[in-house]
């Protein structure tokens, strides 16, 4: 079992930053490829960005390619997701995934382990 814990959220006017991070208990992190997912009012859940288990990977969604970078320190069992440059629409909840893989897939319902969630909301 894999308990994940997003934090980091809350409001930042537009063209600010915000770092999230997702802090995982229970077994190895390094055995998990993760990945972040955000869901704003009214929308589906959507793939932001996804990181293989040591890091060396990373992918991206193309509305948030060259802003945000998610990155992962296994020592401290804990991803990232520095977001810069916020737009109105980045707002959402975000949520952390792990799936015990290589390849960190881009769909939320193929991970094992998911966090609840923390608000971003970017004000313009």
């Known amino acids: 079992q894999v308990l994940l814990v997003e934090s980091g959220g809350g409001l930042v006017q537009a063209g600010g930053s915000l770092r999230l991070s997702c802090a995982a208990s229970?077994?190895?992190?390094?055995?998990?490829?993760m990945g972040w997912f955000r869901q704003a009012p009214g929308k589906e859940r959507e793939f932001v960005a996804r990181i293989t288990r040591g890091g060396s990977m990373t992918y991206y969604a193309d509305s948030v390619k060259g802003r945000f970078t998610v990155s992962r320190d296994n020592a401290k069992s804990t991803m990232y997701l520095q977001m810069n440059n916020l737009k109105p629409e980045d707002t959402a909840v975000y949520y952390c995934?792990?799936?015990?893989?290589?390849?960190?897939?881009?769909?939320?319902?193929?991970?094992?382990?998911r966090g609840q969630g923390t608000q971003v909301t970017v004000s313009s």
């Open positions: 229970g077994r190895t992190f390094s055995s998990y490829s």
């Open positions: 995934a792990a799936r015990s893989t290589v390849v960190p897939p881009a769909v939320w319902s193929q991970y094992d382990y």
